[in-house]
């Protein structure tokens, strides 16, 4: 960045062959080349987005793109991806991977036409929001047919979970790798592209699609996903104590009913749309202020909503059109902002809450009404994306902000530092060992514990029977194979929800064969998806992950009294044991070199 010098290069075969392409590429190249002991924001941090093998192509799901960096969060590898249709473009313009080296001293965007890239000024584009962004660029390159992948103010501010958003709410949102963007004052990548991916084999490519198809037209769960998109787990999994509440101190609460499907449903008319070639178009738009607007995933729902105490359905679906404006990573918005409504009620903060907008309880004269205040809470989000006051420290990252307010651990709701998702880790083992276990920190797309629902089976592993969700040996081997196979699918470029609902994996290495002309088998490719996940994993021990980091908050391990968690804790100290054997790691939890 600091010479505006752009090349290109082949990638490697071997490389591809031995990581699949895409982001297990990616995690290759990213692993060499980054010195574990850099500092995110250091000009030798890379900021690669890469698309995979299945991107572009005819096989479903396939609009995907990723985004590594070291995270300024956790201070390990950061991972993100994001559907929409910016991954199909860069695939057409003949790139697969962008690797962005050093620092530039002015904002600039990155502009990618079919084989030529150029760097420009975005000096103009500085302190914008991404819907301004995302339009300016279309007006200034003139064409409507871009596709943007950009920071918005969070990015540029460094807040530590920022976001990189395109097509206005896709969300390559986990590990702040918006604000190495921001650090790399790159505003945004604009891409176009005319060509076409080259396909080994047409034939066994159409043969393969037809068979992915069919699958996920059977499937009655890839149905409900196609009614009511990820909206349904608000009011299907409060049953088993899944959605956070209240900082994750409750497991019921009436107020998930205002918020799930059923009560988006009831405003009015809702038009779904999809990802770049996807059969299932999860996505949907309601109307809000007489605007068509993306409606709220169920990220933002529980994050935003049940773990902040809001029942305002239409506060939520303003704050999603905000918070993908400013560019920040909602799941860690939220966790932040529930951290700082815990501190504020258990008078931890020293500070004036009127000043907030909160508002004095009318029955306790020197309490304040806390949890679930509407205003008070949107200022936090400026506030945090703007770095003032409070959000200042907030914009840190709930493990700092706990460390610089002196405040007491239980109040650290992450793994590895990465606020812990949307997902209760109590209500299965599955999960929990999941978020111990992941090379970026607590994240949930994988997601085992959909093993105890009847998504995610997968014959060829021997997962074909419901996993009991508070199992242990029988989660151990699970979670490895999930991760492994998801590893896998990922570095091909698929969307994982499409993994989910095909309870096979042999047409989707049929595809990835005919598309590349190798041929792998499910041995061979479960095989890169371990090797994928032991070199990220192998990469953090080298920035100075131990096994002690293979947890996550402390009050994860206090049973919640009531509700579908059924008083679980985690066992992790049972769990972790075997999981290190059965991966082959030592006992400090290292995979071999
Ligand atoms: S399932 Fe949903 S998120 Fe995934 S590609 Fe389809 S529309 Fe996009």
Redesign the pocket.
């Known amino acids: 960045m600091e010479t505006r010098n752009i090349t290109s290069e082949e990638v490697p075969t071997e490389l591809e062959e031995k990581y699949l392409g895409g982001a297990g590429v990616a995690a290759a190249i990213f692993t060499r080349e980054v010195p574990a002991n850099v500092d995110p924001y250091d000009s030798k941090n890379l900021l690669i987005f890469s698309v995979g093998p299945f991107c572009g192509t005819s096989v479903?799901?396939?609009?995907?793109h990723f985004v590594m960096a070291k995270s300024p969060l956790t201070k390990i590898i950061g991972e993100a991806s994001a559907?929409?249709f910016f991954g199909n473009e860069l695939k057409c313009t003949g790139y697969d991977h962008i690797i962005v080296k050093g620092k530039s001293k002015k904002p600039v965007y990155l502009w990618i036409k079919d084989g030529t890239a150029e760097i420009r000024d975005a000096s103009d584009l500085w302190g914008k929001g991404i819907h301004y962004t995302e339009t300016e660029l279309k007006n200034i390159i003139g064409d409507d047919k871009i596709k943007t992948s950009s920071i918005g103010p969070a990015g540029e501010d460094l807040v530590k979970y920022a976001a990189i958003i395109n097509e206005s709410d896709?969300a390559a949102g986990r590990c702040g790798l918006g604000a190495v963007m921001g650090s790399k004052k790159l505003k945004s990548i604009v891409v176009r592209g005319t060509g076409k991916p080259s396909v080994h084999n047409k034939d066994a490519l159409k043969v393969a699609v037809k068979k992915i198809r069919e699958i996920v037209k059977e499937s009655p769960l890839a149905n409900v996903?196609r009614e009511s998109?990820?909206l349904i787990h608000m009011d299907n999994f409060i049953s088993i104590g899944d959605i956070p509440i209240k900082n994750y101190t409750m497991s019921r609460w009436p107020g998930t009913k205002k918020i799930g499907f059923y009560a988006l449903q009831t405003r009015g008319e809702i038009k779904h749309?999809?990802?770049?070639?996807?059969?299932?178009?999860?996505?949907a738009n309601i109307e809000y202020e007489g605007k068509w607007v993306a409606w709220p995933e169920y990220e933002m729902l529980a994050m935003m909503g049940s773990n902040l105490f809001v029942d305002d359905l239409n506060a939520l679906i303003k704050w999603n059109l905000l918070v993908n404006d400013l560019g920040i990573d909602i799941i860690s918005l939220g966790g932040n902002i529930a951290c700082f409504l815990e501190a504020a009620e258990r008078k931890l903060l020293n500070m004036d809450l009127s000043e907030l907008g909160f508002k004095q309880d009318p029955e306790k004269s020197d309490n304040y009404q806390i949890w679930g205040a509407i205003e008070p809470i949107e200022k936090l989000i400026k506030m945090i994306t703007y770095r003032e006051g409070i959000g200042n420290d907030l914009a840190e990252g709930v493990k700092n902000f706990c460390l610089i307010r002196n405040l007491p651990q239980d109040l650290s709701t992450v793994g590895k530092g990465l606020e812990i998702p949307a997902h209760e880790p109590r209500s299965s083992n599955l999960t929990a060992l999941d978020y111990a276990t992941t090379c970026r920190g607590a994240y949930h797309c994988y997601e085992p514990m959909q093993l105890s629902s009847g998504m995610t089976l997968k014959k060829e592993l021997g997962l074909t029977e419901l996993v009991d969700r508070f199992s242990k040996e029988e989660a151990v081997d699970a979670v490895i194979k999930i991760q492994d196979s998801s590893e896998a699918y990922s570095a091909c470029g698929?969307?994982?929800?499409?993994f989910w609902y095909t309870q096979e994996i042999t047409p989707w290495i049929n595809a990835l064969n005919a598309i590349t002309g190798r041929s792998y088998s499910v041995d061979t490719w479960m095989k890169a998806g371990e090797q994928i996940f032991n070199i990220k994993r192998s990469y953090n021990m080298d920035c100075g992950i131990t096994k002690a980091a293979d947890t996550f908050g402390s009050r994860f391990f206090t049973p919640i009294p009531k509700g579908g968690t059924k008083k679980n804790i985690p066992p992790l100290d049972e769990l972790l044991p075997k999981y290190y054997e059965l991966r082959g790691w030592d006992q400090e939890g290292r995979p071999p070199s």
């Open positions: 479903p799901f396939c609009g995907r559907g929409g896709h996903m998109g990820t749309h999809s990802c770049f070639n996807c059969p299932i178009a999860c996505r698929g969307c994982i929800f499409g």
